[in-house]
């Protein structure tokens, strides 16, 4: 037997606005913390508030189209808290050096002057193999031709070769 729903039922929200607005923003701000301190490769070219957000949204706005909200509303609500949010975090981190800081993780040093840092590449699960797959792209044969090789903040690796210095200064030259 099939009931039709009255367009009110569909679209009041049945949770309290407050409540959606609380669920929403311990949700994120749960998971932008446990995801900043998880492995950064893991994140790979995208910001982890970025990620969290495409999730966080892709999952209110599945619930709000296939009914498991009563109401649009709900999800409606739910998926503005997430948006707040991002805009929000992301908004701080530009404009606020500290939350910056929280939100994008510095470069973590890989290699130095060919030596590997074998507890940085340990702490992000980096074998010896995966790092010099790296050196090579950047055209290096061994790591002993690597100045430095760092993870950045989105889980990229970059790496500096001798052989990109620039030459050497021949003083100011003539117009």
Known sequence: MVIAASLSDVLA???PVWELVL?????YL?????????QK???????VPDLLFVLLIAHASHNALVGEYHSLADGAVLTLTVLAWNLAI????FHVAFVGRLIHPPPLELIKEGQENWQNMRREFITREELLTHVRRAGAEEMS????????GNGQISVVTYSAD??????????
Not at 145 to 152: C, P
Not at 166 to 174: Q, T, Y
């Open 41 to 47: 490769r893991q994140a790979g070219t995208l910001g």
């Open 23 to 27: 669920r929403g923003t311990v949700t």
């Open 166 to 175: 620039p030459p050497p200064s021949e003083g100011p030259r003539a117009l």
């Open 13 to 15: 929200p049945e949770l």
């Open 30 to 38: 749960f998971l932008l913390g446990l995801m900043r301190f998880v």
């Open 90 to 93: 992301n908004w701080l981190g």
């Open 145 to 152: 031709d690597v100045r430095g090789a760092w993870m950045e």
